[in-house]
């Protein structure tokens, strides 16, 4: 199973300010044949479901705001909120799709200061 | 709108079995895979299990291996989620999921409590 590994655990950043969550996996989720990234980013918030921010490392999904930013490739990938808003209080999770079983990283918590 | 809304999760004693069932709407489901992914309250998200598009291949997480069943009614625009010899630590939320390929698009989820 590939392993993805978030840090840190948890974050508390100002509203306004920049929030950046990492996400490591344990190998290449790189595909050569179409170059793309095999990364999701989801936000979950209490007593709702798993949200699709970011798809294919970088791509934002249809209707996020776009302070939410992803990046990196291969095995080292970025969540960056640019200015973080009220709304964005939430935990984030990275999800690996290369390969079966998907994984998901253990999650970051993010709280304002 | 993508819909998925499973039912049928509730209170079972350890070794009882439970069958969860996700409605699909808002989508043409035979064009998809699907999965269900558990999360137990308060901890991160594990996935479970997943079947092609025509019901014809499933891959389960070693955990459920030989006690969980994933199946689909295309016609019924339905998955399902059969659960035996269930064990405590099988108490989640448990979520249906719609693979695009890149990315899951997520159910409200049902709460699964094993306990006596």
């Known amino acids: 199973d590939i392993a993805l590994t978030q840090f840190p655990d948890s974050l508390a950043v100002s509203l306004g300010e920049r929030a950046t969550i990492n996400c490591k996996s344990g190998q290449s989720l790189f595909y050569s044949s179409n170059n793309r990234n095999y990364l999701a980013w989801y936000q979950h918030k209490p007593g709702q479901p798993p949200k699709l921010l970011i798809y294919?490392?970088?791509t934002r999904e249809f209707g996020v705001p776009d302070r939410f930013s992803g990046s990196g490739s291969g095995t080292d990938f970025t969540l960056t909120i640019s200015s973080l808003q009220p709304e964005d209080v939430a935990v984030y999770y990275c999800h690996q799709y290369y390969t079966t079983p998907d994984t998901f990283g253990q999650g970051t918590r993010l709280e304002i200061k | 709108e993508v819909q998925l809304v499973e039912s049928g999760g509730g209170l079972v004693p350890p070794g009882g079995s439970l069958r969860l069932s996700c409605a699909a709407s808002g989508f043409t489901l035979s064009l998809y895979w699907m999965h269900w992914v558990r999360q137990v309250p308060g901890k991160g998200l594990l996935w479970v299990s997943r079947?092609?598009?025509?019901?014809?291949?499933?891959d389960y997480a070693d955990s459920v291996k030989g006690r969980f069943t994933i199946s689909r009614d295309n016609a019924k625009n339905t998955v399902y989620l059969q659960m035996n010899s269930l064990r405590a630590d099988d108490t989640a939320v448990y979520y249906c999921?719609?693979?695009?390929?890149?990315?899951?698009?997520w159910g409200q989820g049902t709460l699964v409590t094993v306990s006596s």
């Open positions: 999921v719609r693979s695009r390929g890149s990315g899951f698009d």
């Open positions: 079947i092609n598009s025509d019901g014809m291949t499933t």
């Open positions: 294919w490392a970088s």
